[in-house]
């Protein structure tokens, strides 16, 4: 079965500066999603990025961007710039296809990130 | 364009009831996956459903717990007899299709058993 490890159960990052969550997964597959998802306090579910795992070049959205290592199974999430909004649990998770016909998500335990001002 | 719709978004049940979850997934979304998140964990998968059918039950417990998706209506996580243990968060979440998106979740119902 698939894990997913998110080995900094708590993190904390001043206001404007730059924070790096890491994720480590195992896979024995080639083809594979993975996804870094934000839960507030309101326990919404918020996709914040997505990698394929046969793009070799690094996903970013704006101030979010991410360092898949394949051979590694390891895609850290760097936050720059951070801001008091991005204060939240961070997910990392791993899609594939089942074997019994569907694309389960496997998230890790999460981080939990606060923003000091 | 509202998104993926949970109700209740907290409920409390007594020892020995039954639960009932309900998810309508976005407009246009014909597959639906439920999910449970406990305490201090991540989301685990329980169940992937399309209109009227169920896909992958992989993840359910085997006693007490059901899901249907109905051709009309929303999608109802069902849970019998409920005991401490089942306290958790539920998610649903739904897609357009059978793909890798990293679907679209809703706010969680938050179950207690009393």
């Known amino acids: 079965a698939q894990t997913v490890t998110q080995s900094q159960p708590e993190m904390s990052v001043q206001e404007a500066e730059t924070v790096t969550l890491s994720c480590t997964y195992d896979t024995s597959e080639s083809d594979y999603y993975l996804f870094w998802y934000k839960q507030p306090p309101s326990r919404q579910m918020i996709l914040v990025i997505r990698q394929e795992a046969y793009k070799q070049q690094n996903a970013t959205e704006n101030r979010f961007s991410v360092n898949f290592q394949k051979a590694a199974k390891s895609f850290s999430l760097k936050i720059s710039d951070s801001q008091l909004g991005d204060a939240a649990m961070y997910f990392c998770a791993y899609q594939e296809f089942s074997g019994a016909g569907s694309y389960q998500l496997t998230f890790g335990k999460g981080t939990k990130l606060s923003v000091i001002p | 364009n509202a998104g993926v719709m949970q109700n209740p978004r907290h409920l409390v049940r007594r020892r020995g009831q039954e639960a009932r979850l309900r998810c309508s997934p976005m407009k246009g979304h014909s597959h639906v996956y439920w999910y449970r998140q406990l305490p201090e964990e991540g989301l685990k998968f329980m169940v992937y459903l399309q209109k009227e059918n169920i896909i992958d039950e992989s993840g359910m417990p085997k006693e007490r717990f059901s899901a249907e998706f109905p051709k009309e209506g929303p999608s109802i996580l069902r849970i019998q007899q409920v005991v401490r243990g089942d306290s958790a968060a539920y998610f649903c979440?739904?897609?357009?299709?059978?793909?890798?998106?990293?679907?679209?979740f809703g706010s969680g119902t938050r179950l207690t058993v009393v």
């Open positions: 979440a739904s897609s357009p299709g059978l793909e890798y998106y990293g679907y679209t």
